[in-house]
């Protein structure tokens, strides 16, 4: 990579999306996303213009919500935010990365409870072939699945971590944080570097990733907004 360049977690969806799961890429001109069932995610190009705004409305449609997360810039007239979250993304400084004997990986069928999990946990987006995106290991206690956390964005060297969740009623037991480090074992197998993302105000999860090893790289945020229900004539 030369002097100045674009680090590819600047930008870690178009990374992705051009890169290892590019296979999953729904694309219009410079826009990329992932299918609505797999991730909420939309690649913008790093200076998105007026015709990549207008690919991205004509992606989602009229009236559509779009997540932007990372993007910096302002968004069109008529555009909504709708949300707006500043973030945190930290990658692996020195992980005691290691398996775990008690967890098992999860496939799709397990969605259904995982999908039950993240209701009642609210780490994040998780949607029906989220699994699809990565490795996902799982902790069950009497046959349920009680703590789980997997993979996410995948640019090219580098794995996310995501959907680090434990039901309220096991948790202080230590199962995200071994499950982190199960995932990022796996990571680092095959040649790859773990990071991760979080909201900034989530002072207790940002204490725990500094703890087992993780390092701030980067402030970004999570942002979406709404395409125009009808775009301006002339507007691009």
């Keep these: 990579m030369t002097a100045g360049a674009p680090h590819v977690l600047d930008n870690p969806a178009l990374a992705s999306l051009t890169g290892p799961h590019a296979h999953f890429a729904e694309k219009r001109g410079r826009v990329l996303r992932y ?45 909504e935010v709708t949300f707006h979250v ?25 969605v259904p409870e995982i999908l039950d999990l993240i209701a009642r946990t609210q780490p994040g987006p998780f949607l029906p072939r989220t699994i699809e995106m990565g490795t996902y290991l799982g902790i069950r206690r009497g046959g349920a699945l009680v703590a789980m956390a997997g ?5 090219p060297g580098w794995t996310e971590i995501s959907a680090v969740c434990t039901d309220p009623a096991v948790r202080g037991q230590g199962l995200a944080t071994r499950l982190v480090l199960a995932v990022a074992h796996g ?9 991760l993302h979080t909201a900034a105000r989530n002072t207790h999860a940002i204490r725990l ?28």
């Design 86 to 110: 500043e973030g945190v993304q930290f990658v692996d400084d020195g992980l005691a990365a290691a398996p775990d004997p008690e967890a098992v990986r999860l496939g799709p069928a397990d």
């Design 187 to 195: 990571i680092r197998q095959r040649g790859e570097t773990p990071f």
């Design 209 to 236: 990733y500094e703890t087992l090893g993780f390092r701030l790289r980067r402030t970004t945020a999570f942002l979406a907004a709404r395409v125009p229900e009808r775009l301006p004539e002339g507007a691009f």
């Design 151 to 155: 993979e996410r964005l995948h640019p």
């Design 35 to 79: 299918p609505v069932d797999v991730s909420p995610w939309l690649a913008l190009p790093d200076e998105p213009d007026a015709g990549d705004w207008a690919d991205v409305a004509a992606l989602a449609g009229a009236g559509a919500e779009v997540p932007l997360a990372g993007y910096a810039g302002q968004v069109p007239a008529g555009w």
